[in-house]
């Protein structure tokens, strides 16, 4: 957390905050600033540089973008003084100052709040600067100033570590998942190129399948890869169109099938089904095809995948399911968290993705989402989508 601080106030007022230093500092709940006080006109001015500072930082009461709305007329009483401080630290001879101060937020409470300022420019008339905002832990009315930023400056440190592990962790997830359709696109190229006029005509067929399946093995990655930075930057949302669910379900079948030879997935369609329904295709196919990539992933090749559509006013009911490895009873609470790999799923790859992915997917259509699963037996998930038609 200290780094990341020092870093931000390293910042320059001409720079371009980047966008991953945007997202550290949203996970942190840091909201950070630039600012210019001329002592000779006493105006003090302050440029966020995120929008809604309020969402990042506590929701304060007051919603305003100027500094002054935001910190002095929601300060604590005892911080009546704030700006007029702020005003003789900016004209001190020091470099950079750490204060502590408590805001009143939604909840009609004071929360203490640690600011951080760091001079980057000064001149006889003229102080630039840049600032670092946050919330920080409740504590004991007679804790110190201190103990409040040892406390909040530990426990984002923490997440800060937390944070680099998750994306460390992804990426070789995701590296890992390429590597082996790059290796079979590789060798079929290799093939192809080096023995051509030596292959049958099936042969050739073959390395050229497997080389469109691959393709298609690295797009379903790159896909779950898109989809899951939309759901963290809250950028997916619902948008429903007229759709023939059971095309839309067959097509998804035929791609599943065309990757894993062999296996059968049976849709079994209720009798009522209209043929047209109100729904997010992009959500449906992020449930259907992750619960169905799963279903294959943990049972034998041997074994039957059942998809069932189901129909009742206002509702689409999708029930998956599989005859594999299971999920026991203590872990259901935990497969839909992100990065999360089941006790029993030996050497199977995966991610850890596809499931914390369904659960965004079915809670922005308004649905819910059950499972019923026994270890050694299988898994069925049972999906209940709402249908609201347009007028």
Known sequence: MSSLINNTM???????????????????????????????????????????????????????????????????????????????????????????????????????????????????????FVGCLFMAPECDDEA??????????????????????????????????????????????????????????????????????????????????????????????????KTDVVLFCKNIIDEFESLNEGRKIILQVSKSFPRGLDIDTTLLYHIVSNLLSNAIKYSKPETLVYLNLGYKPETLAIHVKDFGIGIPRKEWKGIFKLFHRGSNTGGRKGMGIGMFVVKHCVALHNGIIEIDSKEHEGTTFRVVLPIVYRS
């Open 10 to 128: 390293d910042l320059r007022g001409s720079g371009d905050l980047t966008m991953s230093t945007l997202e550290i500092c949203k996970y942190l709940n840091l909201a950070l600033y630039r600012g210019n006080y001329n002592s000779n006109t006493d105006i003090l001015k302050i440029h966020w540089l995120v929008d809604n500072i309020h969402e990042w930082i506590g929701n304060f009461g007051h919603r305003g973008d100027n500094y002054v709305d935001i910190v002095e007329n929601n300060v604590h009483p005892n911080g009546i003084d704030l700006i007029h401080t702020l005003k003789n630290n900016l004209l001190a001879k020091e470099s950079s100052f750490l204060r502590t101060y408590r805001l009143l937020t939604d909840e009609n409470g004071y929360r203490p709040f640690v600011e951080k300022i760091k001079i980057t420019a000064k001149s006889q008339m003229t102080v630039d």
């Open 144 to 241: 110190e100033d201190g103990d409040i930023v040892k406390r909040q400056l530990i426990e984002s440190l923490r997440k800060e570590r937390e944070m680099n592990q998750v994306k460390s962790l992804f990426v070789n997830m995701v590296s890992h998942e390429m590597r082996t359709p790059l290796a079979i696109i590789q060798g079929a190229a290799d093939l192809i190129e080096h023995c051509n006029d030596k292959l049958s005509d099936g042969e050739r067929r073959y390395y050229i399948q497997s080389i469109r399946k691959a393709i298609l093995r690295m797009t379903r990655t790159m896909d779950t890869v898109l989809i899951l930075g939309k759901v963290q930057s809250n950028q997916l949302s619902f948008q429903p169109l």
